[in-house]
């Protein structure tokens, strides 16, 4: 329900924003970036609530935005030849994107803000200069449950194979991605996660399948959001930031990331080679880092601020998330890894995910 | 007429490149696997095989033409009965119903069934009012159950209107001389009106059984990401396994057995036509 409003409004904003900025402010866009449009690609659910009617106003322009649920989703929209002007994919993504040379350069001199960024979330292994990203989100994934049903210490202690305790059949959600469901599997049988090895990928839907028949788990994208801040199910797959939202709008769920390693994971803005507008895509970039900007977009969605200023401000004391288990992504732990684009795992999950599902 | 006939071509074009031409290309991914050069084209059964030596597939394939099937009869039940009730109401009456059965349709099919979503969840309207009288909740998302109201909610327009136009087109007189030669209602409704009404029968099968069998959002909207049908097999090989070829043989097949279905349905139909002959 919460999507439908919140698109309604969306449409409404846009309309109010076309409206009251088409006069003056337009042509000097034109002028100044070659065009007053910008398309953008984002996750959904995924920006503050004014942080794109502050962009427009300030700059005297029109964001088109876009929405999608997967990396790959992205991927095949992308090579199908859309163009967009910033898009938000995550790190084996954008490893991926560099690789096929699908997208630009950064000038960073057009983007000051680069300075602000958090220690944790510059150079990393998929853009080790950050040449053509610029982190957006960060975070983990782990399972939200709900510690009055579920005893917390055999969260704890059973860790990603609670997921497949009977006790708890028809009352989980699952990630629908590919990727995240078998992160779960690959790291509770103690392989890592960038596996290349066919036989341990085979294990890993074995145990994804075992699940699927047994458990009668629910696999959900953005719903689980809403839902599990409702109660409606004991335990979930989410993503960090996610989480942080549901332990802030229900007091009955807790957050845990499993001692077996989770998902790192930062998402980031990058360019494609076919954008239209790519000056006008350098100031939104830099205008996303802004600390007004980033504590708009942290404090609306729940996920691990970029910006480090923001970061600290919302974990430390009195900030929004102080106290909240799930806003602030584990560091330096070792089974804890980033995603690498390997094309054999890339093709196994693939063709065996859908086959995970359709199994029952 | 012969001038005439260089007007229909623009049209013409039109359908090479709109139909045509996308009909080709799926035959063409099709039979073959992805990285081919056009130089160095080789087709191959590799993309159909897949399919069918794999029990998983056959699985789906199964339950979504079950599904189909059960929102084609479902729909055949409640459309009758109202397109018989629309067809003998008078002036107003007749006009209101119809637009109750058209307004829906106006507004766009993703938003309904969000509406769904939030009558049927857990929380939803409808448990909630039982938990008011303390009952349920019942478990009614992410079942088929789900499923199957969301089709028939979303398909039965189609059924009704087509049974409606075939009912209206029937002779009046017909039913007067059947009384007049000692029917009572339900032989007249039997011996009359139903065979008279087929046609529309048959042609609503056709429009709601397509879209059933090939829907992808109703499955993944109101059965959940674990409620897998063909639909959402051929949009997952498109959008996010990126396997055209794979998602092309798979909608070949589904396009294969459409069309033996709809021949199967003219057969009915036209035997029906030389029965009803028959007994003039």
Redesign the interface.
């Known amino acids: ?1 919460k ?2 409003i919140l698109a309604a409004s969306l449409i409404a904003a846009a309309a109010l924003a076309g409206c009251g900025s088409s006069s003056s402010s337009t042509s000097d866009a034109v002028e100044k970036y070659g065009s007053d449009t910008l398309k953008f690609y984002n996750w959904g659910e995924y920006v503050g609530e004014d942080v794109i009617a502050n962009f427009e106003e300030e700059y005297g322009v029109k964001v088109i935005s876009e929405y999608f649920d ?1 990396n ?2 992205m ?2 929209k992308l ?1 199908a030849g859309d163009a967009y002007d910033v898009i938000v994919p995550s790190d084996y993504m954008i490893e991926r994107l560099i690789k096929e040379d699908m997208l630009q350069e950064l000038d960073l001199s057009l983007i000051p803000n680069m300075s602000e960024l958090a220690d944790g979330v510059k150079n990393l292994s998929f853009d080790p200069e950050n040449k053509y990203s610029v982190p957006y989100f960060w975070g983990s994934v782990g399972i939200v449950y709900n510690h009055n049903n579920v005893p917390q210490e055999e969260v704890e202690e059973k860790g990603y194979s609670i997921l497949k305790d009977t006790k708890y059949k028809g009352r989980i959600y ?1 990630y ?1 991605s ?1 990727r995240d469901s078998f992160m779960v599997a690959l790291k509770s049988l103690g392989y890592s996660m960038n596996t290349d090895n066919e036989e341990e990928i085979n294990e890993a839907y074995n145990w994804l399948v075992e699940l ?1 028949n047994t458990m ?6 953005d719903e689980v959001i809403d839902n599990m801040a ?1 109660g ?1 199910m004991d335990m979930a797959v989410v993503y960090s930031g996610d989480a942080a939202y549901i332990l802030s709008e229900n007091e009955d769920m807790s957050y845990w990331m499993p001692t077996e390693g989770t998902n790192l994971w930062v998402d980031s803005m990058v360019i494609p080679k076919n954008a239209e507008n790519p000056k006008l895509a350098h100031e939104f970039i830099n205008y996303i880092l802004s600390y007004d900007a980033s504590y708009d977009n942290s404090s609306t969605v729940g996920y691990a601020s970029t910006n480090k200023e923001v970061l600290a401000e919302m974990s430390g004391e009195g900030g929004e998330y102080e106290g909240n288990e799930a806003y602030l992504p584990r560091e330096g732990y070792e089974k804890d890894e980033v995603f690498n684009d390997n094309e054999v795992l890339r093709q196994k999950l ?2 065996l ?3 995970v ?4 | 007429m012969k001038q005439f006939r260089t007007m229909a071509y623009p049209y013409i074009v039109w359908i090479c490149l709109l139909i045509v031409l996308p009909m080709l290309l799926i035959l063409v991914y099709a039979f073959t696997k992805a990285g081919n050069d056009v130089a160095t084209i080789k087709f191959s059964f590799e993309n159909f095989g897949k399919f069918f030596s ?1 029990a ?2 056959l ?2 394939l199964r339950r979504s033409l079950l599904i189909a099937i059960a929102t084609t009869i479902i729909c055949v039940l409640l459309g009758y009965p109202a397109a018989y009730i629309i067809a003998n109401a008078e002036g107003r009456k007749k006009v209101m119903l119809i637009l109750l059965v058209t307004i829906p349709t106006w507004i766009n099919m993703l ?1 309904r069934t ?1 509406a769904w979503m ?1 009558i049927l ?3 939803g309207i409808i448990n909630t009012v039982l938990g008011l009288i303390g009952l349920g909740p019942i478990k009614m998302i ?1 079942t088929s159950f789900a499923v199957i109201v969301g089709m028939v909610y979303n398909f039965i327009p189609f059924m009704i209107l087509q049974i409606y136009t075939s009912l209206t087109k029937m002779d009046k007189s017909l039913l007067e001389a059947a009384s007049d030669l000692g029917a009572n209602k339900v032989q007249a409704f039997l011996r009359v009106t139903l065979p008279l009404s087929i046609p529309g029968v048959i042609s609503g099968i056709t429009l709601v059984f397509l879209p059933a069998v090939s829907s992808f959002f109703i499955p993944k909207l109101l059965g ?3 409620y ?1 049908l063909i639909g ?2 051929i949009e ?8 055209w070829n794979f998602g092309s043989a798979i909608s070949l097949i589904m396009a294969v057995i459409i069309m033996i279905s709809m021949y199967i349905t003219k057969k009915i139909d036209k035997g029906e036509a030389m029965e009803g002959g028959d007994k003039k």
Do not use: R
């Open positions: 329900m999507k439908i997967s790959e989703m991927y095949t090579q699952m629908d590919e699927n009668e788990p629910v696999y959900v994208t409702n409606l693939s063709e995910w859908i086959k599902k359709a199994s029952k | 794999d998983i597939f699985d789906v938003v969000y939030g969840q857990d929380d992410h959940g990401g674990q897998v959402n097999v997952n090989q498109f959008l996010t396994a990126g396997d």
